[in-house]
Every structure is written in C-alpha cells, then in structure tokens.
C-alpha cells in the first residue's frame, strides 16, 4: 500500500504547494466596495475549501487559509479560531498596525507544506486593521494562538512563508517528530 504524505493529501483537496510562485508574491488589495462581489466569491472558495479540509483533518489550534494557498492571487483569508461555535475571521486587506515587544517560539504548521512542523517566533499581542466587503476598515487587537493564526495568513498574502521568520540555523521537523498534534498551543 502506497503512503499518502500529508502534503500530498493537501494538495488533493486544492491546497497549493511549496516552491509554487504565487506563494511567494503578495497578494493584490480588493478595491472595496468597487470589489465587493470579487471579494465575497474568494470568500465563498475559502469557505468551501476551508469545509473540504475540515473533512479529512482536524484543527486543535485552530486554522487559516489564504487564498493564494487555493491558486486566488488576492488579499482575503479566514481563520477558525480554535474555539468550538465561534464564527470564522474574515481578512480582506489586512495590515499588521502594531505587535507587543513580547514574543514566544511554537510549533507552526502550513496547509501549503503539511509534511512538516517548524518552532517561528511570534508577538504575543497584535492589532490587524482589515476591511470588511463594504470598504469599511476596521482594526482589531489579537492575541495568543490567534494572533498566531492571524499573522501566519497575514504572511501568506505578503507573500511569505512561517519558514521565512523562522529563526537562522533553525529547520522544519518532519511531522512524524512533531508530538504536539492535537495539543493546543501552551501560554
């Protein structure tokens, strides 16, 4: 019987795949409201590729999606907070404003390279200004494992990578290492 890697099985359900351009140049600004219907189908395939996923794997820590990881070239992501019932955060746009000078080291994994894990920095607290469909832009504080969550998709639209802000000398562990799975981040 032949394994299917975790990537691979990503990849089956339409997530985009490291070493593919589009997830190394940032993602094009919606023009809202002008925009407003673009913006709400990228949201639509975010939403459906985020129930695709959700299908096959499950998320303890929570999850996000950028759609350049769906082959969309645009600003838009949504994350599941890791609290059950909660509603889906909506990105358009969105702009890191300020982080807190304190920071931790956790594991971070990444629909778009799923085979493994790797140990990024991150500030603890975070404001995010980001659109809504109307044009509105609002900003919002973070903080913890979403502003975890948060800043990684922020990354995939300015195209980069949680390997890009992993510290020098520091590598990505293959997930069969990894022993945090199913575990929440510790704070």
Known sequence: MIEVRPSQQ???????????????????????????D??????????????????????????GIAAPQIGIPRAAAIILPPTP?????????????TVSDESDE?????????????????????H????????????????FGLARLIAHEVDHLDGLLYTDRMNPGVQPIPVEEYRGTGASWNY
Request: proline share 9%; charged share 20%; hydrophobic share 45%.
């Open 128 to 143: 995010v200004a980001s659109a809504d469909l109307d044009g509105t832009v609002a900003t919002v504080p973070y903080e």
């Open 85 to 97: 019932g909660v509603e889906p955060i909506i990105l358009l746009n969105p702009k890191v404003t």
């Open 10 to 36: 990503m990849q089956s359900l339409g997530v985009i795949q490291q070493g593919t351009p589009i997830l190394h140049r940032p993602a094009e600004p919606f023009d809202l409201p002008g925009e407003r």
């Open 38 to 63: 673009a913006a709400q189908a990228v949201i639509d395939d975010l939403l459906t590729a985020i129930d695709r996923i959700g299908r096959v794997h499950s998320f303890a820590k929570g999850m």
């Open 106 to 126: 956790q594991y971070e994994g990444c629909l778009s390279f799923f085979d493994v894990r790797g140990m990024v920095p991150r500030p603890l607290r975070m």
